[in-house]
């Protein structure tokens, strides 16, 4: 395997689409606002939706760039080498070299990771559980919440009867977003 299979995914990943939007169009940091991440739901607190639109669907595609990268240039790697480069943009969004190793939640690339995974299963059973614990249990911790649509995941990607190895990119990137989550608490 080829470093730049996964570097190229990691340094996309990297790239903190919701800071430069903020400078661009408002001339803002938008860490300046709610829990101070560079992440997109911070971009909707800064500058609305004419913002946090864009920097969602940005961050949603760094996290499926991995996949398609390997997917346009046809490339045959080892599932443990395919899986290094999916979860690469999650990695680089949530450890951002560009931002001295900070970074966003994860959450919104983890989207896009796992739309390219498993088309719009996956994405589907994160944003509905999602959206079902926002409505139904709003005073739970995010981290709750997160935990409740990994859960649901988990049970969509055993209702897929997905491949083994992909048990350990949801394991890491369930790890990644609860450490995210934890240390967003921390600061």
Not at 72 to 78: D, F, K, R
Not at 169 to 174: A, E, I, M, P
Request: with cysteine; glycine share 12%; aromatic share 12%.
């Amino acid at each position: 395997m080829t470093p730049a299979v996964v570097l190229i995914p990691f340094f996309i990943g990297a790239i903190p689409f919701s800071l430069v939007l903020g400078e661009m169009v408002l001339g803002l940091d938008v860490r300046d606002w709610g829990d101070g991440n560079p992440g997109a739901t911070n971009a909707f607190r800064a500058g609305g939706w004419r913002i946090g639109l864009p920097a969602l669907a940005l961050d949603f595609a760094k996290g499926f760039s991995g996949v398609a990268l390997i997917s346009a240039l046809h490339l045959s790697l080892s599932r443990w080498a395919w899986l290094a480069a999916a979860i690469a943009p999650v990695i680089g969004h949530a450890f951002s070299p560009f931002l001295g190793g900070r970074g966003g939640k994860a959450v919104a690339t983890t989207f896009g990771l796992w739309a390219a995974l498993t088309g719009p299963y996956g994405p589907c059973a994160l944003g509905c559980t999602l959206l079902l614990c926002l409505v139904l249990a709003r005073k739970s911790a995010d981290w709750v919440k997160l935990a409740a649509a990994f859960t649901a995941l988990g049970v969509t990607l055993v209702t897929l009867g997905v491949w083994a190895e992909l048990w350990g990119l949801w394991v890491l990137n369930f790890a990644l977003v609860m450490f995210k989550q934890w240390q967003g608490y921390c600061i």
